[in-house]
């Protein structure tokens, strides 16, 4: 199938029918409206509107936004009894104005966390105990400010191990115990009840990780504790995940409830470590060179061909699927905002979403909604 979308998509680039403008078609939210939510994680120049073309963009193609960093422990909560609501109050503020589905993104996660979560004022660890309290207060103060404003919280974010699908050894884990995702969703429920809840990971395509993420989840909702589904991060490329990875990971997921495709991109760049996780700790030492960096002058046409067909391929399986699938969030709103341009090597130039640097639709824009119409026709 990926074949024979790549042979078509290849035809219709050449005869023209896929173009590199979008302005005679309808946007992608208006798209996939019956579908599921088209999403795109934003940083502050978008929400503030300093950067003018981004904010544009969000508003013209995207009814659901995530922050990228500000509702991070780090950046809301970086010192004991200190908040830091203003740009989150912002972000808010702005989906709401635009009459958006809002993710708050992420409420506990074992990275950009401060080590004074974990610690009491000599430096030594919590007890079991005293990091619940710490955890409960944060999620009480965070999801009750934002109570009825933010649509869908990623409660908990990677908790589970690469390959063997093990618990992550995070302080969380280690001080708390493993139970510390199920409490975590108990608080944010008991909180905000009308809020969908999500766990968030990277790597779910990945058989072993995928029946961790299950087992986990599972407990939680055996446990009679709510949540609504799996966020299954997107960091994807030109040949990864397979089409077979992908729809077990959905269809196993939409056992438990919902599933929603959460920072979608695709790394067009040659691996620098064969890692294909997301990481943000798994940082190369290897220097960025023409072989690890080949395209900083563009994006050659054989490419762009190869990212249309796999983002049509994509799409194609997440509307065979629509019936498990309430969102599909792009992390990054154009290939300037995108992380992939510093991960895992830092100074490299990515292409990794769907619309360009200068903030024009990609041909990857006219193939999935051509696919949208053409499944609608039929």
């Known amino acids: 199938m990926r074949t024979l979308l790549f042979g078509m998509l290849t035809a219709l680039l050449l005869s023209g029918c896929v173009s590199e403008k979008t302005s005679e078609n309808p946007t992608l939210k208006e798209v996939f409206e019956d579908d599921f939510y088209i999403g795109a994680a934003l940083n502050p120049s978008q929400y503030n509107e300093r950067d003018e073309v981004g904010s544009d963009l969000v508003k013209k193609h995207f009814n659901s936004i995530t922050p990228e960093n500000i509702m991070k422990w780090e950046n809301l909560h970086p010192e004991p009894g200190v908040y830091n609501f203003e740009e989150a109050d912002k972000f808010v503020e702005f989906g709401e104005a635009n009459d958006m589905y809002i993710i708050g993104h992420t409420l506990v996660w074992h990275s950009q966390t401060p080590d004074w979560v974990f610690e009491d004022e000599n430096g030594d660890p919590l007890s079991r105990e005293e990091l619940l309290a710490r955890m409960k207060e944060h999620i009480e103060t965070v999801v009750g400010r934002y109570k009825g404003k933010v649509d869908g919280w990623d409660v908990v974010n990677e908790a589970i191990n690469d390959r063997d699908g093990s618990m992550r050894q995070s302080k969380w884990h280690q001080i708390i115990g493993e ?87 695709m790394d067009v760049l040659p691996s620098a470590n064969n890692y294909q996780g997301a990481d943000i700790s798994a940082m190369s030492d290897t220097e960025s060179d023409s072989v690890l960096n080949p395209y900083t002058e563009g994006l050659p046409d054989s490419v762009v061909q190869q990212q249309t067909a796999q983002y049509a391929n994509f799409f194609r399986i997440f509307l065979n699927h629509s019936d498990k699938i309430n969102r599909v969030t792009f992390w990054g709103v154009r290939d300037s905002d995108s992380w992939k341009n510093n991960w895992p090597i830092p100074g490299r130039t990515n292409y990794t979403l769907i619309i360009d640097r200068e903030g024009e639709p990609k041909p990857a824009v006219d193939a999935i909604i051509e696919l949208k119409k053409e499944q609608s026709s039929n």
């Open 179 to 265: 139970d510390f995702v199920a409490k975590a969703f108990e608080y944010a429920h008991e909180v905000d009840p009308e809020a969908e809840l999500y766990y968030n990971d990277y790597s779910l395509n990945d058989s072993t990780k995928r029946e961790g993420a299950y087992r986990l989840m599972k407990s939680v909702q055996d446990q009679g504790i709510y949540f609504t589904g799996i966020g299954m991060q997107g960091h994807y490329s030109l040949d990864h995940p397979t089409d077979k990875e992908l729809e077990d990971s959905i269809t196993r997921f939409g056992e438990l409830g919902v599933v929603a495709i959460t920072e979608l991109d």
